[in-house]
């Protein structure tokens, strides 16, 4: 299995700890400020078929990249 990045990846266990909860809010942290708290999602609604899981990853690719552009856009006016 090939491993990239070095996050610490935690088991699914019934017992909680306040370094998961952490680590977990600085994740959606991160997300809310990355894709825009309050901003519409990444693909407008309605329903996507694919031939492929390639097409598929390449449409959430285009979609996470224009949605990147517009943040970016927005932020330096």
Same mark, same amino acid.
């Given at each position: 299995?090939?491993? &990239? =990045?070095?996050? /610490? /990846? @935690? *088991?699914? $266990?019934? *017992?909680?700890? %306040? +370094?998961?909860?952490?680590?977990? +809010? !600085?994740?959606? *942290?991160?997300?809310?400020?990355? #894709? =825009?708290? =309050? /901003?519409?999602? &990444? #693909?407008?609604?309605? $329903? @996507? !078929? @694919?031939?492929?899981?390639?097409? +598929? *990853?390449? +449409?959430? #690719?285009?979609?996470?990249?224009?949605?990147?552009?517009?943040? %970016?856009? /927005?932020?330096?006016?």
């Amino acid at each position: 299995m090939r491993v &990239v =990045g070095k996050r /610490q /990846q @935690y *088991d699914i $266990v019934s *017992d909680a700890s %306040a +370094a998961k909860l952490v680590a977990g +809010a !600085r994740w959606n *942290d991160a997300m809310n400020k990355a #894709f =825009g708290t =309050g /901003q519409p999602g &990444v #693909f407008r609604c309605g $329903v @996507y !078929r @694919y031939r492929s899981h390639e097409e +598929a *990853d390449a +449409a959430w #690719f285009e979609a996470v990249v224009r949605r990147m552009a517009t943040i %970016a856009a /927005q932020r330096n006016g």
